[in-house]
Nanobody, 126 residues
């Protein structure tokens, strides 16, 4: 399994921006499709964004479309989530996840991902 470590979370005012990073190790990062998920207190985990192994295709939840951008740098073994125009309802623990997918494919169901990071807290104040 690939190991994942998120960073970049913090406290930001509504309308602000943050960039999350997810550093991967232990396996060939470019063999994995990746995703970002989040979980707010008292709520179920929800899908945020996904990207293919090459970065050529992306997919977003409607709630973040146009505000968040998922990207990856396979040379640096790192996944990113650029979050702009943040809202208080974006407050959650954000997790990156990996699915072995060397031949392509895009997933957005958490059950399809085999590796998860420990999460990073994002808090958006109003």
């Amino acid at each position: 399994q690939v190991q994942l470590v998120e960073s970049g979370g913090g406290l930001v005012q509504a309308g602000g921006s943050l960039r999350l990073s997810c550093a991967a190790s232990g396996r060939t990062f470019s063999n994995y499709a990746m995703g970002w998920f989040r979980q707010a207190p008292g709520k179920e985990r929800e899908f945020v964004a996904a990207i293919t192994w090459s970065g050529g295709y992306t997919y977003y939840a409607d709630s973040v479309k146009g505000r968040f951008t998922i990207s990856r740098d396979n040379a640096k073994n790192t996944l990113y989530l650029q979050m702009n125009s943040l809202k208080p309802e974006d407050t959650a623990v954000y997790y990156c996840a990996a699915r072995y997918s060397p031949y392509g494919g895009l997933w957005y169901d958490g059950a399809d991902f085999g590796s998860w990071g420990q999460g990073t807290q994002v808090t958006v104040s109003s």
